[in-house]
C-alpha cells in the first residue's frame, strides 16, 4: 500500500510538472511574440524616421528662410520707409505667427494711411488667427465704414457674414440677425442670398417665428427652382 501510495504521489508530480513545462512553453512563446512585435514595430518606426528627420530639417531650413526674409523686409523699410514695404512685414508677421507684431505693424499702417484693407487685414488676422472676436467685429465694421469704390462695396458682404457667424457663435441672435440682413443688403443682385436665409431661418427658428421662418424657406426654394 505504501508503494502505491509513492506511485500516485510520482505520477501526480509528474501531472505538475508537466503543466509547468507547458506553463513556461506559453509563457516563452507569448515573449517571443512580444519580441516579433516589438521589432516589426521598430522596423516600421526606423523606415518612418529618415523622411520626418528630413522633413523637420526641411522646416527648420524654411523657418530659417523665412526669418531672413523677414530681416531683409524690416532693412527695406527702415531704408525706404515706404508703406507698401510695411504692408509687406505686416504680411510677413501674420504667416509666421508673430501676431503681436503684425498687430502693431496693421496699427500703423492705418494710422499713416488709413487704407481700407488694412482695416480688412487687421478683422481677418483676430477672427482667424488669434480669435479676438470682439476686435474682429470692430475691425470688420471699420473696414465696412472705409468702402469707397464698388469692388470694396461687394466685399463688404463677407464682412458683415462674418460678423453674424461671430455673434451666432455666441448665441447674440439680436445683432447676428442684423449682421446677416446687413450682409443681404450688400450682395450683387444675382446672389441667391442663400447662406445668409438658411442663417436666419436657425435664428427664427429658435425664437419660434415660425411664418418669418416660412417666408425665408419659400425664398429659399423660388431660387432654386429659378
Do not use: C
Not at 504680411?91 to 502693431?104: F, G, N, P, Q, T
Amino acid at each position: 500500500k505504501e508503494i502505491e501510495t509513492l506511485t500516485n504521489s510520482i505520477k501526480e508530480l509528474e501531472k505538475q510538472l508537466k503543466e509547468q513545462e507547458k506553463t513556461l512553453e506559453e509563457k516563452v512563446k507569448v515573449q517571443k511574440e512580444k519580441e516579433a512585435i516589438y521589432l516589426k514595430a521598430k522596423e516600421a518606426a526606423d523606415k518612418e524616421y529618415k523622411p520626418a528627420q528630413e522633413t523637420l530639417e526641411r522646416q527648420k531650413k524654411d523657418k530659417s528662410f523665412d526669418e531672413q526674409k523677414l530681416q531683409e523686409y524690416e532693412n527695406n523699410y527702415k531704408e525706404t520707409g515706404d508703406v507698401r514695404d510695411l504692408r509687406i512685414l505686416a504680411y510677413s508677421y501674420v504667416s509666421l505667427k508673430k501676431y503681436d507684431l503684425a498687430e502693431k505693424t496693421y496699427l500703423q499702417l492705418i494710422e499713416l494711411e488709413n487704407y481700407q484693407p488694412d482695416y480688412a487685414s487687421l478683422a481677418q488676422m483676430y477672427d482667424y488667427k488669434t480669435q479676438n472676436y470682439e476686435n474682429a467685429i470692430k475691425y470688420y465694421k471699420l473696414a465696412i465704414e472705409k468702402i469707397s469704390n464698388k469692388t470694396q462695396k461687394f466685399d463688404a458682404r463677407d464682412y458683415w457674414v462674418r460678423i453674424g457667424d461671430i455673434y451666432f457663435l455666441q448665441n447674440n441672435f439680436v445683432e447676428a440677425e442684423k449682421a446677416y440682413k446687413n450682409s443681404m443688403a450688400f450682395k450683387h443682385p444675382t446672389d441667391g442670398k442663400t447662406y445668409e436665409r438658411n442663417m436666419l431661418i436657425e435664428i427664427y427658428k429658435s425664437q419660434g417665428r415660425t411664418e418669418e421662418m416660412k417666408k425665408l424657406e419659400k425664398q429659399n426654394k423660388s431660387w432654386w427652382n429659378n
